[in-house]
């Protein structure tokens, strides 16, 4: 059974092995996250793991939101209304200034703050798949970068609490 949103990561022998959680504050993370950067940086790129690099892409979603927009996001369950807020805004910005062509990754950051907020309230865990970045719960996956992807262009025609309810519904096994 997957532990919710508690995350060890891969570690070199000559590192303790402590780990994160999803749960944590953003600032034990984005510390947590610079930590393993430096070490990446230093030659241990055995550290750069497709968990790490989601992490990084919530963590810029969450500084973007905040710096642009004014918004402060973390991992309550209750951010989920917040992120359709800041869908909604930056749908009417790249739909309205043809902006998605250039900011491409946005739709990547979006989808893993949004696997972000699964993996803490929810449990799951990153995979890497064909189909793309998904969120794995008990066996069923949740493409979350496409279903930003979708949202954003889309404008508000797609609803990422009804999206988070029936991701949250796999895990209760309906």
Request: hydrophobic fraction near 40%; aromatic fraction near 10%; charged fraction near 25%.
């Amino acid at each position: 059974m997957l532990t919710e949103g508690v995350v060890v990561m891969k570690r070199l022998e000559t590192e303790c092995g402590r780990g994160f959680s999803y749960t944590s504050d953003i600032h034990v993370l984005e510390h947590y996250y610079q930590q393993q950067y430096k070490l990446i940086k230093n030659g241990n790129t055995d550290l750069v793991t497709f968990e790490l690099v989601m992490l990084g892409n919530a963590l810029d979603f969450i500084d973007l939101v905040k710096r642009t927009i004014g918004i402060p996001l973390d991992s309550r369950e209750s951010c989920i209304e917040l992120y359709d807020e800041v869908m909604d805004a930056l749908s009417r910005g790249i739909i309205n200034r043809n902006l998605f062509d250039r900011n491409n990754d946005i739709s990547k950051k979006a989808g893993a703050y949004l696997g972000f907020l699964i993996i803490a309230n929810v449990g799951g865990e990153w995979i890497d798949t064909a189909e793309g970045e998904a969120v794995i719960i008990d066996g069923r996956e949740a493409y979350v970068c496409d279903f930003a992807r979708n949202r954003l262009m889309s404008g508000s025609e797609l609803n990422a609490a009804d999206y988070y309810k029936k991701v949250k519904m796999i895990r209760k096994g309906v």
